[in-house]
């Protein structure tokens, strides 16, 4: 089964982070989905807080919740995106197969810049934006062995 995210292609940035781990059961996208967006690590919530507080006087969307955007779905795979005037952003949450108790979840990215202001916005948030998809990845391992 090819990735959905082949509908949201061409893109300006796309990356990619994966992480085996170990779980009892295969995990759905929609679990992996409530794990990766709705059981943020503490400090991500303080890092996006923070971000709603700079951005506001640019004009862009504080209100929404990237929870709020499930775009596409299948058996394997979630889409979620957050279109906004400066760039489109979209999130694949990818489930390999389980066998022997384990399973990849892998995150991918695909940026679509629409201005300047989008690139200069990817540009100063694109490290905290590798750091926070890793630490999401590491905090499902961690939820997933308690």
């Known amino acids: 089964m090819q990735s959905l995210l082949r509908n949201y292609l061409p893109s300006d940035y796309i990356d990619s982070y994966s992480k085996d781990v170990t779980c009892q059961e295969a995990i759905t996208p929609e679990e992996f989905f409530n794990m990766a967006f709705k059981q943020f690590p503490r400090w991500v919530s303080w890092l996006l807080k923070l971000r709603n507080v700079l951005v506001k006087p640019l004009g862009l969307d504080t209100k929404s919740r990237f929870s709020d955007f499930v775009r596409d779905k299948n058996d394997n795979e979630?889409?979620?995106?957050?279109?906004?005037?400066?760039?489109?952003?979209?999130?694949?949450?990818?489930?390999?197969?389980y066998k022997n108790k384990r399973q990849e979840l892998r995150i991918t990215t695909v940026v679509k810049y629409n201005n300047l202001l989008g690139r200069v916005y990817f540009?100063?948030?694109r490290p905290f934006h590798c750091i926070i998809v890793i630490s999401i990845l590491k905090h499902i391992s961690l939820i997933i062995r308690k």
């Open 78 to 97: 979630i889409i979620c995106g957050m279109p906004d005037k400066h760039l489109n952003f979209n999130v694949s949450l990818w489930c390999g197969e």
């Open 123 to 125: 540009f100063v948030i």
